[in-house]
């Protein structure tokens, strides 16, 4: 399998890359991992006339905390991820998540940029990043603008990117401490996208949730974030017939394809149960 | 398409080459610089066999483009021996515990264990597993790949190699 001709431009900065792409237009594709789009290309699915590669923006790469926030590059990859100390202490849902996915190979170059850009409803960190409402910082012709996670998906493979534009950074609120976090994914194998999967934060206070939020993957044509499912859970304790409340909310909003990974209603059934164990382990950890 | 010059170091050794963009990495090794123990086996992105060590990160090559290689340092299966030609401990552990059967999959998972090995210089089972985890074998059953790896961890770090009860 051998990909489609196509130009290669490697910009060492991000106005670089921005004016490229803003020029080539529809013939430019920005190139970050490569584990989606290169794949892609090879079953000819992709046939980007230029790539622009932004793995020699050195801006681009890296997570550092600003204020109550933690800001990673879009160019971080999984295994970065996985490896930082900031991360496992204040955010540690981002290694959780970034260990289930793929496999190690495909997470030494999978960037969280490219996983969140991408719009496939198959990658597992948009539903995090609704969950923990980060924003995304764009560059791009007009300059930088901010757009929610919450905002930004609007169907498979669409999303608020424009063409020229650059997903640059994600920008993550740091949860409060104490919180409980889980992301739980059923997949078929290792390297598999999720059949659903569900990932919780929450805090605890007097032996009920105070604040709760979910996101779910794979079971609708965008990431999904559970606000209802959420609401009915804040201030409970919460007991078995608030979670089942709560699973049917989080159900109801779901509209995934009968693919390989099973029918329809299966997988709506099966991002019910990954949100009760996320919700069990989450509220496990937390503490308050 | 025009090409491009690209620069790296393989195996020790600096290869100077002009590459079409679209050239994968597997294949401007395997077919123009005869390096071919780094395999293809499913070309999509999950058996494991061609996986290479590229500046320090295992990858597979299937997946990265020769260009995109320009300027790193790549190791594969080639350059495992010792620089007397003694085997690399990984090579030895695959021998003694019996690591492969057809293999087809073995320089991948040699390469594989030996970033693992860097990383985690005495991994528990399941952390071997975790860590091969990309590379498929569709002949041991993994069980003496295990056993491979906890032989090589073994030995580099210069303990004897005791062998779990089954």
Redesign the interface.
Known sequence: ????????HRPSSVKEAVGLLAELGDDGRALAG??SL??M??LRLATPAN?V?L?GIADLKGIRADGNDIIIGAMTTQ?DLIGSPLLGEKIPILRETSEQI?????R??GTLGGNVANGDPGNDMPAVMLCLNATYQIVGRAGERRIAAREFYQGAYFTALEAGDVLTAVRIPIPAAGHGYAYEKLKRK??DYATAAAAVVLTISGGKIGTCSIGLTNVAETPLWAEEAAKILVGSAPDAATVKKAVAAAEAITAPATDARGPALYRTKMAGVMLARALARAKARARG | ??K?HVSMKVNGKTIEALV???T?LI?FLRDEQNITGPHIGC????C?AC?VDLDG????SC???A??ANGSDIRTIEGMANADGTLHALQEGFREMHGLQCGFCTPGMIV?AYR?LQENNNPTEEEIR?????NLCRCTGYQNIVKAIQFAAAKLNGVAFQEAAE
């Open positions: 399998m051998i990909p489609g001709a196509f130009a290669y490569g584990h290169i794949p290309m090879k790539l590669d793995g295994h793929a496999d190690p190979q495909v030494y170059l290792i390297g | 398409m025009a491009s079409e963009p679209r994968l294949h070309e999509t992105s999950h494991g996986t990160k295992s990858v597979k997946t990265v483009f260009i995109q594989r693992l975790y860590g091969i985890s990309g």
